[in-house]
């Protein structure tokens, strides 16, 4: 079946770092997506990866590990907006996105 | 990205009654539409996804005749949900994307109601 894994809550302080794990398991694999949904509004693009390795953008990246059907959000810099939930997201053989359950980033000042 | 309008925001309807949700993408030629439902504290889950000028294809357990989808033209798909029931008081949220593309871009959402 299709899967995706990711810790349910994780608390970081304002300026520190913070590593958001995804495992995932799809049928075929097109790609892996990070999202940010604050509560109550729609996700927001953060990142896709299709490719191993990890790619860079301001304070958020993204990396990505095919053999080991996984991939990490690093947020840098922590700041107060940055909490919300973070989907990950993997595309399968027919370009569908399969959810994780989100995680909920929890900034402390 | 692409601007994706979702109207309305919010809404409460009284149970029996239907609410039809329209999904605008106002930039972007959105050859396939996506329609999720969000419950509190739980992730997105696909309802049905539409192809322009076809019939939308539901998934699993999701009753396509309470559900309505069209998606008439490349700019706007609407969801109705017929006969309200307060258990589907949820987060509806749709998404698009153009044929070959990868990302998918979402709307606002939208808060239903039903009291």
């Known amino acids: 079946g299709q899967n995706i894994d990711q810790p349910t809550e994780m608390t970081a302080t304002e300026g520190a770092i913070v590593q958001i794990n995804c495992t995932y398991q799809?049928?075929?694999?097109?790609?892996l997506f990070w999202y940010q949904q604050h509560a109550g509004e729609a996700p927001t693009f953060l990142s896709y990866?299709?490719l191993d390795g990890l790619e860079e953008k301001g304070r958020f990246s993204s990396f990505l590990s095919r053999s080991k059907g996984y991939s990490y959000l690093l947020l840098k810099e922590l700041q107060m907006k940055d909490s919300a939930s973070y989907l990950c997201a993997g595309m399968d053989s027919n370009y569908q996105l399969i959810w994780g359950a989100g995680t909920k980033l929890i900034i402390k000042p | 990205g692409a601007v994706v309008s979702q109207h309305p925001s919010r809404v409460i309807c009284k149970s029996g009654t239907s609410v039809k949700i329209e999904c605008r993408s106002l930039?972007?030629?959105?050859?396939?539409m996506f329609w999720y439902r969000q419950f509190p504290k739980q992730s997105l889950m696909l309802m049905a996804t539409s192809n322009e000028g076809s019939k939308a294809t539901y998934e699993q357990g999701v009753e396509k005749d309470k559900f309505l989808i069209n998606h008439a033209s490349l700019t706007l798909s609407t969801l109705t949900v017929t006969s309200a029931h307060p258990e589907d008081s949820s987060f509806y949220i749709c998404?698009?994307?153009?044929?070959?593309?990868?990302?998918?871009?979402f709307g606002q959402g939208t808060r239903l109601t039903v009291v």
């Open positions: 930039d972007f030629q959105a050859t396939t």
């Open positions: 998404s698009v994307k153009h044929q070959g593309d990868t990302e998918a871009f």
């Open positions: 799809t049928s075929g694999f097109n790609g």
């Open positions: 990866n299709v």
